[in-house]
């Protein structure tokens, strides 16, 4: 089993920045993927970003030059920085993990999820 523990939602204002983080513990495997994904009222979950240990990511359309996802492996933590935020942005963020890394190119290929954060985006 694998525990993951997201942190840094919040509310912003429309051209503000926060960054979410995200923790796994539990039975984590040295090759894995990670990554964030977000689900807004009355929608469909949707990748965000995702990233295998290797340094592999993923980056839907929608925030490619906006937000940017990292990882520090000895930590088993992924963080997503998100700047320049839209309230289309608007919407609980999801962390996941999976222990095939080439899941971080999955739409939604994770085995395990967080109980989510949310992000609030005001214009």
Same mark, same amino acid.
């Given at each position: 089993?694998?525990?993951?523990?997201?942190?840094?939602?919040?509310?912003? *204002?429309?051209?503000?920045?926060?960054?979410?983080?995200?923790?796994?513990?539990?039975?984590?495997?040295?090759?894995?993927?990670?990554?964030?994904?977000? *689900?807004?009222?009355?929608? *469909?979950?949707?990748?965000?970003?995702?990233?295998?240990?290797?340094?592999?990511?993923?980056?839907?359309?929608?925030?490619?030059?906006?937000?940017?996802?990292?990882?520090?492996?000895?930590?088993?933590?992924?963080?997503? *920085?998100?700047?320049?935020?839209?309230?289309?942005?608007?919407?609980?963020?999801?962390?996941?993990?999976?222990?095939?890394?080439?899941?971080?190119?999955?739409?939604?290929?994770?085995?395990?999820?967080?109980?989510?954060?949310?992000?609030?985006?005001?214009?």
């Amino acid at each position: 089993q694998v525990q993951l523990e997201e942190s840094g939602g919040g509310s912003v *204002q429309a051209g503000g920045s926060l960054r979410l983080s995200c923790a796994a513990s539990g039975s984590i495997f040295s090759i894995n993927a990670m990554g964030w994904y977000r *689900q807004a009222p009355g929608k *469909q979950r949707e990748l965000v970003s995702a990233m295998s240990n290797s340094g592999s990511t993923n980056y839907a359309d929608s925030v490619k030059g906006r937000f940017s996802i990292s990882r520090d492996n000895a930590k088993n933590t992924v963080y997503l *920085q998100m700047n320049s935020l839209k309230p289309e942005d608007t919407a609980v963020y999801f962390c996941g993990y999976s222990s095939d890394w080439s899941r971080y190119r999955a739409r939604d290929g994770m085995d395990y999820w967080g109980k989510g954060t949310l992000v609030t985006v005001s214009s």
